[in-house]
T-cell receptor, first 110, second 115 residues
Framework: QKEVEQNSGPLSVPEGAIASLNCTYS??????FFWYRQYSGKSPELIMF????GDKEDGRFTAQLNKASQYVSLLIRDSQPSDSATYLC??????????FGQGTRLTINP | ETGVTQTPRHLVMGMTNKKSLKCEQH?????MYWYKQSAKKPLELMFVYSLEERVENNSVPSRFSPECPNSSHLFLHLHTLQPEDSALYLC??????????????FGPGTRLTVL
C-alpha cells in the first residue's frame, strides 16, 4: 500500500510565527505533490503544488520537496488565525491517482 | 467557489433507498473524480473518469455506481447502503491527467447520512 504520512497534530503556532507542516511518501514514482487546506465542514482547497526538488514560494507559503528523502513540507510565514485549518498533503501516483495523508490540524493562537 | 458544484449538499437516506449524487464542473476539465471522506481517515479515491471513460475503480462496493454522461457531469448512484457509508462525498476535477496540469479542484461535497 503506497502511503502518505502526516502528523495529525494538533500543531499550535503563535500568530506571526512560521508554521511548518511535514509529509513523507512511500512511492518513489510520485512526480507531483499537492498541499490542500480544509476548513472544518468545508471541502479541500488547493494551496500549492510542486514538481521539482527545492523550494517553491507563493506569497506567505513555501513548499519544499526533497525526492531523495521522500519528504514534502509546507511553510506558512507570518501565520494568521485564518490559517487555522487542517492541511492535507497528497502525492500523485500516476493513472490519475492522488493519495492523501490524513492531514495535520493547525491552530494559530492570537 | 472552485467551479465545481455538487447537489444535494446534505442527504439522509435509509438502507433500502436509492439516491443519486450529482457533480458538475464549469472549468472545461477533462477528468473527474469521486472521493469519500470519513472522520479521522484520509480522503479515499473511489472513481476516476477521463474524457468520460472510467479509468479507475478503487475496489469500491457495487452499491456505489458512477456515471459520467459527458465531461462536465458526474453522478454517483447509491443503493442499499450501509450506515458505515455515512461520510462526506467529494467530487473533483482536473484539466488533465499527466504529471502536470493534474491539480484537482474540489466541489463543496455532499454530507451523506445512512440510517
Amino acid at each position: 500500500q503506497k502511503e502518505v504520512e502526516q502528523n495529525s497534530g494538533p500543531l499550535s503556532v503563535p500568530e506571526g510565527a512560521i508554521a511548518s507542516l511535514n509529509c513523507t511518501y512511500s512511492d518513489r514514482g510520485s512526480q507531483s505533490f499537492f498541499w490542500y487546506r480544509q476548513y472544518s465542514g468545508k471541502s479541500p482547497e488547493l494551496i500549492m503544488f510542486i514538481y521539482s526538488n527545492g523550494d517553491k514560494e507563493d506569497g506567505r507559503f513555501t513548499a519544499q520537496l526533497n525526492k531523495a528523502s521522500q519528504y514534502v513540507s509546507l511553510l506558512i510565514r507570518d501565520s494568521q488565525p485564518s490559517d487555522s485549518a487542517t492541511y492535507l498533503c497528497a502525492a500523485d501516483q500516476g493513472a490519475q491517482k492522488l493519495v492523501f495523508g490524513q492531514g495535520t490540524r493547525l491552530t494559530i493562537n492570537p | 467557489e472552485t467551479g465545481v458544484t455538487q447537489t444535494p449538499r446534505h442527504l439522509v437516506m435509509g438502507m433500502t433507498n436509492k439516491k443519486s449524487l450529482k457533480c458538475e464542473q464549469h472549468l472545461g476539465h477533462n477528468a473527474m473524480y469521486w472521493y469519500k471522506q470519513s472522520a479521522k481517515k484520509p480522503l479515499e479515491l473511489m472513481f476516476v473518469y477521463s474524457l468520460e471513460e472510467r479509468v479507475e475503480n478503487n475496489s469500491v462496493p457495487s452499491r456505489f455506481s458512477p456515471e459520467c454522461p459527458n465531461s462536465s457531469h458526474l453522478f454517483l448512484h447509491l443503493h442499499t447502503l450501509q450506515p458505515e457509508d455515512s461520510a462526506l462525498y467529494l467530487c473533483a476535477s482536473s484539466q488533465d491527467t499527466g504529471p502536470t496540469n493534474n491539480e484537482q479542484f474540489f466541489g463543496p461535497g455532499t454530507r451523506l447520512t445512512v440510517l
